[in-house]
């Protein structure tokens, strides 16, 4: 169970989300219940995936934007 937070590859997700410019806050408090409870990384990738769909909204939202100008 210890082990699938344990490999780089999660610890490099887990860092990257829990840096706080680029993540919400929620994200951060899942990742901080992720590491105190050691879960799988099951929930981990759902959370990733959702964060990633909001950023790629925003980048489109963003360059809608600059086309209206």
């Known amino acids: 169970m210890t082990q699938l937070l344990m490999t780089p590859r999660h610890q490099k997700m ?3 989300l829990m840096h706080p ?9 899942t990742v901080g219940i992720l ?5 799988t990384i099951q929930p981990m990738r759902m959370v990733l995936r ?9 980048r ?6 600059r ?3």
Do not use: D, P
């Not at 489109?60 to 934007?65: A, E, I, L, Q, V």
């Open 50 to 58: 959702s964060e990633r769909l909001k950023v790629m909204m925003m």
């Open 60 to 65: 489109k939202r963003r360059r809608r934007k």
């Open 67 to 69: 086309r209206l100008k």
């Open 14 to 16: 887990i860092h990257l």
């Open 35 to 39: 590491q105190r409870k050691w879960m």
């Open 21 to 29: 410019m680029k993540r919400s806050l929620q994200v951060q408090r």
